[in-house]
T-cell receptor, first 109, second 113 residues
């Protein structure tokens, strides 16, 4: 079992729709959770961090964390073609930050 | 302020050679982590340095090593290169700990032929 699992996609949504990205993790002791966006040919960019159960909103992005279910999600509202990228879920354990394989999102105009 | 700087951007090496990659973190950031990214394995953690000391290490063979200097700049070295070492090597900078998230450099694309 991989330590951080994401739906590999690809996920395709029309412009203006809500994109929902999901992630599960195996280390119950994990304390810090992140979403990174990686455009093709570029390096990952931090877009959201969340540390406690519940929702955290930042503009069009909402991160959700449920530690009991070991589940993290990212919602992108009013999706734009510029949101087309690979989204990486990352979980900080005791020793390092582990990344999921990423979900490729395509937003179609 | 300047971001994370990695050099060189691209490298082509022959099997059996060794290579050194360099990373300058954001000014004031003391933690530098290194990752290998490949299409098949995704982002794999290599090691983390903090205050010139290796704080954590991933599951890579001893051919992969690194160090950090007093100005927080870091280098990683790969000896006896293998074809499977071809990858994008990313350096990630953070203030004290990765718990606040990383800022990544642009990466070094290593091709081993």
């Amino acid at each position: 079992q991989k330590e951080v699992e994401q739906n590999s996609g690809p996920l395709s949504v029309p412009e203006g729709a809500i994109a929902s990205l999901n992630c599960t993790y195996s280390d119950r002791g994990s304390q810090s959770f992140f979403w990174y966006r990686q455009y093709s040919g570029k390096s990952p960019e931090l877009i959201m961090s969340i540390y406690s159960n519940g929702d955290k909103e930042d503009g069009r992005f909402t991160a959700q964390l449920n530690k009991a279910s070991q589940y993290v999600s990212l919602l992108i509202r009013d999706s734009q073609p510029s949101d087309s990228a690979t989204y990486l879920c990352a979980v900080q354990g005791n020793n390092d930050m582990r990344f999921g394989a990423g979900t490729r999102l395509t937003v179609k105009p | 302020k300047a971001g994370v700087t990695q050099t060189p951007r691209y490298l082509i090496k022959t099997r059996g050679q060794q290579v050194t990659l360099s990373c300058s973190p954001i000014s004031g950031h003391r933690s530098v982590s290194w990752y290998q990214q490949t299409p098949g394995q995704g982002l794999q953690f290599l090691f983390e340095y903090f205050s010139e000391t290796q704080r954590n290490k991933g599951n890579f063979p001893g051919r992969f090593s690194g160090r950090q200097f007093s100005n927080s700049r870091s280098e990683m070295n790969v000896s006896t290169l293998e074809l499977g070492d071809s990858a994008l090597y990313l350096c990630a900078s953070s203030l004290e700990t990765a718990a606040y998230g990383y800022t990544f450099g642009s990466g070094t694309r290593l091709t081993v032929v």
